[in-house]
């Protein structure tokens, strides 16, 4: 009798049912949500870190991509499921940059979440169709001064990494282009590799591998000294844009209320994943490096959201664009 019951108990535990205490968690596959479509940066960096968690967690970390609205539909679903560490955001500094674009949110930005930790900072690259007439920045400067709304920009929407890289350098050249929005920078980038669209500001996890194959033009990086993995691309200060910078740093979240003790959990295995050889390696492929362990926790990405927010809202507000 006493070994049905037992048996009965870990089947209910294994699907779900039963309070499988923090410390058996997890007990079944977990959701790690994308708030972009597949294909692009955020689910690149995503798929790396989850499978190393997975193995370390020893149950399947399953990505789930939800597009749209520049991530924060993705980001709301998160904050309205159960808190019981079976589901999970990974997101970027658009947590912090929709807290100021958007009127209405899905979710409380700094209210809705616990915080599992930082994972890495992704530099960004200034990159156009391959058969683009300009051949450097100076010449893509002047040629979309020329030009203005005859040149198309894709983004992932309002909010997203690609649109805040384009509100910085659009406002820094005076000039609007006309906006493409994709639900991601990776149907974003089959486009612009299939010429359909004109130009981009991707993270260096989603361009690297394009530019080095010839699939696309890159005319800079967004960052004060040239990305490892791309040495031949000039910083924008180098080929003529000074100030020009800005880096999209990651993290993950899970729904307010989930335990201590799983964010804790979790909080180990993203700092054991974050030095797995694997990752280490495709991220410094990628143009980018793992956080630190310090880095690698609530403290850190809760500090580095609310710093942000703040660092973002007047420049957004600066340049006057809102989302509905
Ligand atoms: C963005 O913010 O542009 C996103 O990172 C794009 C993506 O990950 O698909």
Known sequence: MLKSFAAAAAVLAAIGFGSASAADY???PVTMIVPFAAGGPTDTVTRLVAESMSKDLGQQIVVENIGGAGGTLGAGRVAKSEPDGYTLLLHHISMATSATLYRKLPYDTLGGFEYVGLVTEVPMTLVARSDFEPKDLKAFIDYV???KDKV??????????S??????FMSKIETQMTTVPYKGTGPAMTDLVGKQVDTMCD???NTTNQIKGGKIKAYATTTTTRVSSLPDV???AEAGLPG???SIWHGIYAPKGTSPEIVKKLSASLQKALKDPLVVKRFADLGTTPVSDADATPEALKAKLTSEIDRWAPVIKAAG???D
Do not use: I, S
């Open 145 to 147: 001064k020329a030009n």
């Open 321 to 323: 664009v809102y989302a």
């Open 26 to 28: 997890p007990t079944r």
């Open 234 to 236: 000039p910083t924008a």
């Open 244 to 246: 020009f910078e800005v």
């Open 152 to 161: 198309t920009y894709a983004n992932a929407g309002v909010g997203a990494a």
């Open 203 to 205: 993270q260096t996890t």
């Open 163 to 168: 649109h805040l890289c384009g509100l910085l």
